[in-house]
């Protein structure tokens, strides 16, 4: 069963002291026109955005002899060693999608490349911390069915991390309807809208949640790597 749900924006949890650290001004203390351009694209993120996610539990699970690769339902994701160690003990796993939709994507491209690169940035960022909260309500709800059941769940994580192969996307939007929230693959297994995350959580009784994996992943860009960083 697959369970779908959409999100309003003015109820997610934006921390915009941190986007205001990722645009190089840590402390929430933005100067013109950052606060200006910052305040603008909140304005806007209300109307441009379309935020839906989807989940799936999949009961039908195994790991590979060389401890690289997980197999569910017959498909096999080679999410690598440093993944499938987090999801060793899962007796089960939880498949997401979820996206900012395609209005904010469309919205920074357009000002990236036309007159307002800057603003455009500010809108990037936006739509990243955005569909980066979702998940994270999307994680909860995921976490909320596991523990009816007396499970536990894992963080998430998704291809393109960890030396998981980013390829595994097709893999992964085969458990899901086509165009599901809306969210469509490019033959490269890159999605659209831009701003959507895709993921894979571990579900058992033995399972380990850990905060931040920062120490196990080498992913430079990641938004909650600079995030932890920015806290210590």
């Not at 650290?21 to 305040?39: I, K, Q, S, V």
């Not at 579900?203 to 920062?214: A, D, I, N, P, S």
Request: aromatic fraction near 8%; hydrophobic fraction near 40%.
């Amino acid at each position: 069963m697959i369970h779908e749900t959409s999100y309003l924006l003015e109820n997610l949890k934006l921390d915009l002291d941190h986007l205001s650290a990722m645009l190089g001004y840590p402390g929430g203390l933005l100067p013109e026109p950052f606060n200006e351009y910052l305040d603008q694209a909140v304005r806007e993120a209300h109307t441009l955005c379309n935020i839906k996610g989807a989940f799936v539990f999949k009961k039908d699970v195994e790991f590979s002899e060389n401890r690289s690769c997980i197999l569910v339902e017959g498909s096999e994701f080679g999410v690598g060693r440093t993944v499938a160690k987090e999801l060793r003990n899962s007796t089960s796993v939880a498949f997401f999608i979820c996206t900012a939709g395609e209005g904010i994507s469309r919205r920074s491209q357009e000002l990236l490349s036309g007159d307002d690169p800057v603003l455009g940035y500010v809108f990037d960022l936006l739509g990243s911390m955005i569909v980066e909260s979702a998940t994270d309500e999307l994680q909860s709800e995921i976490k909320r069915v596991a523990l009816a059941q007396g499970m536990a769940i894992t963080n998430r994580y998704s291809p393109g991390y960890c030396k998981w192969n980013v390829a595994d996307q097709h893999k992964l939007f085969s458990f899901f309807p086509p165009e599901c929230c809306g969210i469509r693959l490019t033959d490269s297994a890159l999605m659209h809208p831009i701003k959507s995350v895709s993921g894979i959580i571990g579900v058992g009784e033995r399972v380990q949640h850990r905060e931040y994996m920062c120490a196990l992943c080498n992913q430079v860009d990641c938004i909650h790597r600079n995030h932890h960083n920015m806290l210590k």
